[in-house]
Every structure is written in C-alpha cells, then in structure tokens.
C-alpha cells in the first residue's frame, strides 16, 4: 500500500510569511509524529498526534508553530510568521498505535529566505 | 529525561568487514531502542528495535543491536559490510508512553571498495 506522503517535498518563502505542510499517514494508523530535521542533526519531535487530539505538543518550540489533525487522518502543521531559522526538514510519521513501527515520509524541506 | 549519544559522526569501513555503530543513552525509566537508517534522498526506515523482550534485536539487512542496561548501549553492528549499507544510521530512545522520540545526531557510515 501507499506509504507516509508530505507536501510539497520543497517549499521556499520568505521571512514573516505563512506556511503549510500537509502529510498523509498510511492509512488506518492512529499515531502521526512530526518532526524536524536540522542539517547535520537527528529529527527532533515536535508534536505527537492520538486519532485527532494532539497527545504531546511539547516539542514545539513557540506558538508560531501549529498543528491540526481534524478527521484523524491528514495532518497540516501551520508556521507562522516564518522565521530563517525555521528552515529545516520537516517530516512526519505515522505508525498503526505508538511505540508500533513508525513509517517516516520524505519530508518538506522549508527554506526561508 | 531521555537522550541518546552516538559517538562517531562518521565512520568508515572496508567492504567485507565488521560494522559497528555505537549508541549510549540516558533514561530515567525502561527505554525502548531503535535504530533506524536513511539512505540518500529517500525517508528514514526502521532498522531494529528493542521493547524490553529479548536483548540481542535482529533488524532487516543482517543488521543487530544489544541492548546492555549496565553499559546504558545500544550499539548496531554487522558482521560483513556490503556496499549498499552506505547511510546515515540514526539511534532513538521512548519511553513507555511512545509519545515522544528522542533521536541522536546520526552517523553516516561509508563502505569503502
């Protein structure tokens, strides 16, 4: 079957703009993680979705950053006022309950100019 | 409060010969281990995991970790390096509750002809 999906896999604005990233977990997983993955770093958590409710939001770093799970599938993490240290890899994960396998997407690579 | 350790940034081996990652971490509590591999330009995939059975984990691609609670490791090794191991291996550690993921800075392993 399909795996995790993230759009767009490259997305670059400018600082103080808005953005978007959209991932699709497999199908009928529970649990969807996102992350962020710094050049020459290990994915740091940000925020750790059960069905729709967001279950652990404490890695994200300040109330620019958002995320939205509504019907329990398709998760949209929000930015804004982008700042150039936000650039980075953002990637996503879903797994069928937590501490199942996570299955890890391709990742959005943010650019802010 | 979790974190993992992996020493060594970058580590080469000869085609053929033994592969050996190295991992420490820190948990106040039970850790459940994972290694995970991410080769060029694709997502990150689940090499091997331990949740508290067995200490010797068998992972895909003939790779295996021990998990040793008194030397706080969780070391990935492979007895005989082929080519296509060439990756960045990243070590993880949860906690029971699987909301969070802590993972290391990563080793990017080159193969050498």
């Known amino acids: 079957g399909a795996g995790v999906s993230q759009t767009p896999s490259n997305k670059v604005t400018e600082k103080g703009k808005y953005v978007e990233l959209r991932c699709d977990p497999i199908?009928?997983?529970?649990?969807l993680y996102w992350y962020r993955q710094s050049l020459g770093q290990g994915p740091e958590f940000l925020i750790y979705f059960q069905g729709t409710g967001a279950a652990d939001d404490s890695g994200l770093p300040n109330d620019r950053f958002f995320a939205v799970r509504p019907e329990g599938s398709v998760s949209t993490l929000k930015i804004q006022r982008t700042e150039r240290g936000d650039s980075a890899v953002y990637l996503c994960?879903?797994?069928?309950?937590?501490?199942?396998?996570?299955?890890f997407g391709p990742g959005t690579r943010l650019t802010v100019l | 409060a979790q974190s993992v350790t992996q020493l060594g940034s970058h580590v080469s081996v000869s085609e053929g010969a033994l592969v050996l990652l190295r991992c420490n971490y820190s948990?106040?509590?039970?850790?459940?281990l994972f290694w995970y591999v991410q080769y060029p330009n694709q997502g990150l995939q689940l090499l091997l995991k331990?949740?508290?059975?067995?200490?010797l984990v068998k992972g895909i691609n003939g790779f295996e970790a021990e998990f040793k609670k008194s030397e706080t490791s969780f070391h990935l090794t492979k007895p005989s390096a082929h080519m296509s191991d060439a990756a960045e291996y990243f070590c993880a550690v949860s906690v029971n509750t699987g909301n969070q993921f802590y993972f290391g800075t990563g080793t990017s392993l080159t193969v050498i002809p």
């Open positions: 948990s106040s509590v039970p850790p459940y």
């Open positions: 994960a879903s797994s069928l309950t937590s501490l199942d396998t996570q299955y």
């Open positions: 331990y949740t508290s059975a067995a200490t």
């Open positions: 199908s009928g997983h529970t649990a």
